[in-house]
């Protein structure tokens, strides 16, 4: 006779996937497209410093006198802004998937953080490997700065991995919050989330302006440098995690 198993027994022989193995499932989910989140990044890295290598060469070819003022270069910002409209896709295009791999919208938003935080370590060591190189080579003997620039590739080891990292993750962060947003109202989230920081830039802008404060505005930069205001953005940084979650539990699962 065959014997028919409980549905107890049943039960005890599927294997549940641990809390760690479900977050790492949904971080893997994010690198399965490969092409968004490994190759493109450093294409646009690439397709920057070409850029700014055709651009010091002709200058140091024409004048024959080493370049001033790359120092002050913002090339690899766009890096930092690619990622945070990546949250926002990455997010979109992954939640309801994640979903129904019996991943818990817990499970999800942690993975989705340690998926960007790899990202953010590896183009963090890169960028600062990079930094070092244009120190050794004095600028690629052109005094010359991509990578070794005022705001992050400039001071110890420990700061330059500290603005990185956490300039990757202040950018990463908002572009999670917005991709919350988007999940759970669409573009009408978007359309108010904008609209909300825009009221709270030009409420910055005003008070500052009304109050003739511009002048200590400028001097608190100086002090504190980059390092400072990377550290000072770990506060928002938190608190805008903090409200993704939030608003992301009550996302639907379903379009």
Known sequence: MTAI??????????AVPSAGQRVW???RLHFANTFSMIALPWLIIAFVYLVNLVIWISIFASTHEQLTGTQWSGATMYIFVYFGIAAVQAMNLTFRFAMGMSATRRDYYLGTWLAFALQGVLFTAVC???SYVEDWTSGYGMNAHMFSNIYMGSGPLWERVLTTFGAFMFCFALGALAGSVYVRWRANGLYALG????????????ITTLSSSWPAVGEWFVQVRAVGVVAWLLIPMAIGGLVGFFVLRKAPSRA
């Open 5 to 14: 198993s409980s549905p107890a027994a049943l039960a005890d022989t599927v």
């Open 25 to 27: 499932n949904v971080t």
């Open 128 to 130: 600062t490997l990079l």
């Open 195 to 206: 609209a909300i920081v825009a009221l709270l830039a030009v409420g910055f802008v005003a």
